[in-house]
């Protein structure tokens, strides 16, 4: 089984409607993530949370907001989509952050398979 | 200008060719460099990271230039199966920020 999954992996929707994308993981990650990816601009971070009770904005929250619900549990959702939120969305998890400066102590985030969302 | 910038490519290149990738970041407090692998439609994966002294792993070999703020990542001996997007990916510790590029699209033919 898959150690990061992902519900739905295709959506689509009508402008207006609200919408929840659902991110589990198995590997017992702290930290969590979301991202979408458009075309040409490369994953972009929407929240991240580093534990249960840490929620952080990323570079383009706007429109979006987060649950979560329990370490293994990291809800994306739209409140009222609009077709501008097309996008492929993935969820990512890492282990706590290295305490050291040292590259090569950085901790890899694993991605999910990704939920391709249409907002029509 | 972006964060990270890469050449979109495509990079089509003959099995066994060589083929480079360069990629540049905006960022002077970046700490730590990375390749990601991303197939058509799927998630990106770890490719490797990338050092000042350089590093390889098999075919790949990546290297960081901080003075120029330039990453590259050269394969050598090109199989159909790399045939992907190349993710150039950047680390700020201090910001919590991993950020990047656009990908470089790599195809393989026979």
């Known amino acids: 089984d898959a150690d990061v999954t992902q519900t739905p992996r295709n959506r689509i929707t009508k402008t207006g409607k609200r919408i929840m994308l659902e991110c589990s993981q198995t590997?017992?990650?702290?930290?969590m993530y979301w991202y979408r990816q458009d075309p040409g601009l490369g994953l972009r971070l929407i929240y991240y949370s580093f534990d249960v009770k840490d929620i952080n904005k990323g570079e383009i929250s706007d429109g979006y907001s987060v649950s979560r619900q329990a370490q293994a549990k990291f809800s994306l959702s739209l409140e009222s989509a609009i077709p501008n939120q097309t996008a492929l969305y993935f969820c990512?998890?890492?282990?706590?952050?290295?305490?050291?400066?040292?590259?090569?102590?950085?901790?890899?985030?694993?991605f999910g398979p990704g939920t391709r969302l249409t907002v029509l | 200008r972006k964060e990270v910038e890469q050449d979109p490519g495509p990079f089509n290149v003959p099995e066994g060719a060589t083929v480079a990738f360069n990629c540049t970041y905006s960022n002077s407090a970046s700490q730590s460099f990375f390749w990601y692998r991303q197939d058509c439609r799927k998630e990106p994966k770890l490719l490797m990271s990338v050092y000042s002294s350089g590093n390889e792993d098999g075919r790949f070999t990546a290297q960081l230039n901080r003075a120029s703020q330039y990453i590259s990542l050269l394969i050598r001996d090109s199989k159909l199966s790399d045939s992907a997007t190349y993710l150039c990916v950047v680390w700020v510790g201090t910001a919590s920020k991993l950020t990047f590029g656009t990908g470089t699209r790599l195809q393989v033919t026979l």
């Open positions: 590997k017992g990650h702290d930290r």
């Open positions: 990512a998890t890492s282990d706590l952050a290295p305490t050291s400066l040292d590259s090569s102590s950085y901790n890899e985030q694993f």
